[in-house]
């Protein structure tokens, strides 16, 4: 067992031992054709994956409250074979303390769930953390998903319910896209009807807007699927995108004021991956202004 990969050395850490009620989990993915071999000898080999992960996961922790947008990506690794890409995203209305309790027990979780996995993604309600041996950036994945699907609603109302439910979700999918945080959130009255629809939508920073657009597409595609209609509240994740929605309120109506404070100082320069290591067709670095960070 990957036993040394919880005891990541930050104090804050370990006053989340006892769990919080503010972050809840949700789901994970570990591909088991993606693996390696945890041994302890590994983690003090700077050329071994296992040490570039410990890497990863320490930058990621402590970059948990330094972003003005919720979302962080590093790579560890002088060997080009044994790299480790990091990322993580937090809900775009949640606070900057809740963000960083999230992603400090997502990281704490993450190898306790996948203690041999080099691919791993991680669910929270209120963030999401990603870590892999390959590239993390610049182009969607729906190849790893998780969904949840709530009880139904009465009979009476289920066909107005469905028509406000996939005409809200269509706008959001658009408005998500085109936003510049890649994050929204709409609220819909059902006519005739007691209910309301609340539904989220975000995608990680790094998208462009059609591949934002098509992830969506994708997240709503299979929350509106007609046997699912019937549904009060449903929850579609990929590691790239989310949608949710329910008939109680379950985000910040105030999230646009209550934002992440600003980034306390500018990574230097020599942070930013050159263009030449990114995969060939991509945006670089220089495009995507603190998107992602070389240790």
Known sequence: MMRNMSTIPFLFLMSLIA?????????????DNTTFTPAEEYE???????????????????????????????????????KAYGMFLCRGDVSTDVCEECVAEAIMEAPQRCPDGKEVIIWYDQCMVRYSN??????MNSLLAAG???SGVNETGQSRYGQVLATSL?????????????????????????????SLAQCTPDLSASDCKRCLANAAEEILRPSEMEFRGARWVYPSCNVWYNNTLF???????AQHPPTPEALPPSTLLPNSRLPIGKVPCARKKDLCHQL
Request: charged share 20%.
């Open 44 to 82: 003090s080999d700077p050329d071994s994956f296992q040490h570039n992960l410990r890497q990863i996961l320490q930058s990621l922790s402590s970059n948990a409250t330094r972003t003005d947008t919720g979302f962080y990506t590093a790579i560890v690794g002088r060997n080009s074979t044994e």
């Open 251 to 257: 985000y910040a109506i105030n999230w646009t004021h």
């Open 19 to 31: 769990r919080s009620e503010a972050v809840r989990y949700f789901s994970h993915r570990c591909p």
């Open 170 to 198: 269509h706008e959001l999918t658009t408005e998500t896209a085109n936003n510049s945080k890649h994050f929204a959130t709409k609220e819909a009255k059902v006519k005739g009807s007691n209910e309301t629809v609340y």
């Open 134 to 139: 390959e590239t993390l950036l610049f182009s």
């Open 148 to 150: 949840l699907w709530n």
